[in-house]
């Protein structure tokens, strides 16, 4: 990516956005009727689809049951035809996770939720239709809107954007030829109402003259997630509650 310019001199990065502008987002909710939740999310050419399962009761060995709260078994995977054969194709996540500590099961706060069972499972599964930087974080805002699609209580959101500095400039929802062209980048999950962190990971130094600079983009970055996924949870109760209105009529 040698000699690559990422930003203009009047500002824009190489698909036309300000530096702090997100990729379109597009959202849909309920797209298996199979699961208990689901949800589909576009965030610029990255695509990722999310289904939850539960809360159920515990599967497999009894020694991970937890007597106070719900165990969150989340799973990652990269479809074969989801990256270009020119591109690299990006490292797979952690396959199984099973961690009361994870930004789902940050959710709940950490504590458990009066509505949903001690002793029980959640399932997440998460998978990578197309790849084009940011897979992460788009994974993240799915398996929030499949978890609310679920009907799982959540005191607040988990929204999930990337960030880099380039250039002396934070950018922020970097797509795969800003991520492939080096330098220091974040992801951060945030839980928008309470402005509380729930992951920050950064893959490479970044001098602390510059960090709280990238940490604002990137923070107004999941807020204005946060508001479109807000919209896409507000009209799919719309047209939930119309068609179950529709149904009472007949």
């Not at 909710?29 to 610029?44: I, K, L, N, P, R």
């Not at 607040?156 to 220091?184: H, K, M, N, Q, R």
Request: glycine share 8%; charged share 25%.
């Amino acid at each position: 990516m040698a000699g690559l310019e990422l930003l203009s001199d009047q500002g824009f990065r190489q698909d036309g956005r300000r530096p702090v502008e997100l990729r379109k987002i597009q959202c849909r909710m309920g797209v298996f009727d199979q699961a208990d939740g689901s949800a589909y999310v576009e965030q610029g050419n990255t695509k990722a689809l999310a289904t939850v399962y539960g809360p159920h009761e515990i599967r497999g060995s009894r020694s991970k049951t937890l007597h106070d709260r719900a165990v969150v078994n989340c799973q990652y995977s990269m479809a074969t035809f989801s990256t270009a054969e020119r591109k690299r194709r990006p490292p797979r996540g952690p396959q199984v996770h099973r961690d009361d500590h994870t930004p789902e099961a940050n959710l709940r706060g950490g504590h458990p939720h009066p509505a949903v069972p001690p002793r029980s499972q959640i399932d997440i599964y998460v998978q990578i239709l197309q790849a084009d930087g940011g897979n992460y974080c788009t994974s993240v805002n799915a398996a929030t809107l499949a978890l609310i699609d679920a009907g799982i209580p959540m005191r607040d959101y988990v929204c999930a954007c990337s960030a880099g500095f380039i250039e002396d400039t934070p950018l922020v929802d970097l797509s795969y030829i800003e991520e492939a062209a080096g330098g220091a980048q974040l992801a951060l999950a945030l839980l928008p109402k309470s402005d509380r962190i729930a992951l920050l990971e950064m893959n490479s130094r970044l001098h602390e003259d510059h960090l709280e600079r990238v940490m604002d983009a990137a923070s107004k970055a999941c807020k204005d997630v946060y508001a479109v996924l807000d919209q896409a949870v507000r009209e799919h109760l719309q047209e939930t509650t119309a068609l179950m209105g529709t149904a009472d009529r007949h």
